[in-house]
């Protein structure tokens, strides 16, 4: 039985119980005991003695039925309401044992009532929760992967390097390679760095031109952009978004750096501030397939699957542009363009 229908339940009886009982007790009273005025009305030698007493207890009498019966009715609400919350005690039993070892328990109570529904959004609960625990869980492992690799490599050219004596080329050339490694373990670190910060959500709020910011990072990696062979255009609106400046730059550098660093020669770089969307960043480059564009803002998600050449990235830039964006109450999305290249749009609410 519900919950709710055993609450009715109870109301009724308690409901029957406050129209009854009163007379009920009544009546026993007048089976079980003679009033004084009774008794003392009879001829009866000696009887004027106990009158008065008898009066005296003829008064206490029905008060003592009274408190009988107040007691009675307290247990008896007590032993309903145990006994309308036993489904939710005998629901929270099972859920207080749920932990990492056995995310996947499920209640699955069928149902219209209120415990059903209470339920399900439990069921649910536990799905987002494990999914969460799966991609931390991931993310542990692909991070470990990603720090493992350039460590090995480095590990590999010491080990070469003091088995033989090497000429001043030979070691340069095997400086340059362990700085280079040195350096992608260092972006790796930095991009988690960010990718956690992002994650906490805002420190501050206050309102932030991002036509402005925008400007800014496209200046500094204007040479950048040259001598890769890619020319920049911007149509750069007024437009101003609540959130953090550090990290709005940041959003915005991830997707620059990235529209660079995956173009081709000759390419085209195009960014656009507006109001909607309030960013895009659209770049030429390879072909993306269209169902291997949301798996690209997953940590360590690339097209290539070669995890010592990426042109220096460590797989994060999309994923903290994520991040970011959701931190600031907005949207990212992504679509493949016609003859290669991507292009980014960023949504951020407007302020009020």
């Not at 932990?99 to 399900?120: H, T, V």
Request: a positive charge; charged letters at 20%; one cysteine or more.
């Amino acid at each position: 039985m519900s919950p709710r229908r055993r609450i009715v339940l109870v109301g009724v009886l308690a409901l029957l119980a406050g129209l009854f009982l009163p007379g009920l007790g009544k009546w026993v009273l007048g089976m079980l005991w003679l009033p004084a005025e009774e008794i003392c009305g009879l001829p009866a030698p000696g009887l004027r003695l106990a009158c008065d007493p008898a009066r005296q207890l003829d008064n206490a009498i029905p008060q003592l039925v009274e408190l009988v019966l107040a007691v009675v009715a307290v247990v008896g609400v007590w032993g309903a309401a145990v006994w309308c919350l036993r489904p939710v005690r005998d629901l929270a039993e099972p859920i207080a044992h749920v932990g990492p070892q056995n995310l996947g328990y499920r209640i699955r109570r069928r149902g219209r009532d209120e415990l059903a529904q209470l339920s399900r959004a439990i069921d649910q609960m536990m799905e987002r929760i494990a999914a969460g625990y799966d991609g931390q869980r991931r993310f542990a492992a692909n991070a470990s992967h990603e720090l493992r690799t350039p460590l090995a490599v480095q590990r590999t050219l010491i080990e070469v390097g003091m088995a033989q004596a090497l000429t001043g080329e030979q070691l340069e050339l095997l400086t340059a390679q362990l700085l280079q490694t040195n350096e992608r373990n260092e972006r790796l670190i930095e991009g988690l760095l960010a990718l956690s910060e992002s994650d906490q959500g805002l420190r501050s709020s206050t309102p932030q031109p991002l036509h402005e910011i925008t400007r800014a990072v496209l200046a500094a990696y204007q040479d950048r952009a040259t001598a890769a062979g890619v020319t920049v255009e911007s149509q750069l609106a007024p437009r101003v978004v609540m959130g953090e400046r550090v990290l709005l730059e940041r959003l915005v550098t991830n997707l620059v750096e990235n529209a660079i660093k995956y173009n081709r020669p000759g390419g085209r770089l195009a960014v656009t501030v507006g109001r909607t969307p309030a960013l895009t960043v659209a770049n030429t480059g390879q072909i993306v397939p269209a169902e291997a564009v949301a798996g690209l803002f997953e940590p360590f998600r690339r097209l290539a699957r070669d995890r010592t050449n990426q042109s220096g990235g460590a797989g994060l830039g999309l994923a903290i542009a994520r991040s970011i964006t959701q931190a600031h109450d907005g949207i990212i999305a992504a679509r493949p363009l016609d003859g290669g290249g991507l292009s980014v749009d960023v949504q951020l609410p407007v302020p009020h």
